[in-house]
C-alpha cells in the first residue's frame, strides 16, 4: 500500500463511511477491529473513526481474507512475523518480559505486557504497526531486512 500525504493519516470517517468507500460490511470491519487487525482512532465518544489509509489497509486485510484464502488467524499469525523488536531496537532485559517478542500468533500491538519502549506508545501511529501501510505487502518489507 502507498501513503503519499499527510492527510491521508487524518481520521475523519466514521465506520458507516468507510464502510461505503471501502465496500467492506461495517459487521466485518467491527470484526478485523475486534480481531486487533485495525486500531481505529477513538474518539472522546468512544466513536471509531479512520483515515484515508485505514481504508487502505481495510482493503488489505480483505484482500487477504477474499483472494488469498486466509483466515483472520492467518493474517494475525502474518502481522505476528513482523520483527517489532529488532525494528523498535528493545534491548534483551525488555525482551525477556515482553508478551509481544514471544507470541507467535498476535501482533505485537495486540500485546498484554509490552516493553518499556511500547507501553506509553500509541501502536497506531507506530512503524511496527504501519507497515502493511508503507510496503506493498508483508513480504517486501522483509526484503528490506534480507535482501
Ligand atoms: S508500540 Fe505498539 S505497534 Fe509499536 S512495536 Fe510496540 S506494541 Fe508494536
Not at 470517517?13 to 481505529?40: E, F, M, N
Not at 480483505?62 to 523498535?88: F, M, Q, V
Request: charge should be neutral.
Amino acid at each position: 500500500m502507498e501513503n503519499s500525504s499527510v492527510e491521508s493519516t487524518t481520521p475523519v470517517y466514521t465506520l458507516s463511511t468507510t464502510s461505503t468507500l471501502s465496500g467492506i460490511p461495517v459487521h466485518s470491519i467491527r470484526q478485523y477491529i475486534d480481531k486487533g487487525l485495525i486500531i481505529p482512532f477513538k474518539k472522546e465518544s468512544n466513536r471509531n473513526l479512520f483515515s484515508q489509509i485505514d481504508i487502505l489497509r481495510l482493503k488489505y486485510i480483505h484482500k487477504l481474507l477474499n483472494e488469498y484464502g486466509l483466515n483472520i488467524a492467518g493474517i494475525s499469525t502474518l502481522l505476528a512475523l513482523i520483527p517489532c523488536w529488532a525494528i523498535r531496537e528493545c534491548s534483551a532485559k525488555e525482551r525477556e518480559t515482553c508478551q509481544a517478542y514471544h507470541s507467535d500468533v498476535n501482533p505485537c500491538w495486540e500485546a498484554s505486557e509490552k516493553g518499556t519502549l511500547c507501553k506509553n506508545t500509541n501502536c497506531r501511529e507506530c512503524d511496527v504497526y504501519r507497515i502493511v501501510e508503507n510496503y506493498a505487502d508483508v513480504k517486501s518489507f522483509f526484503k528490506t531486512l534480507i535482501p
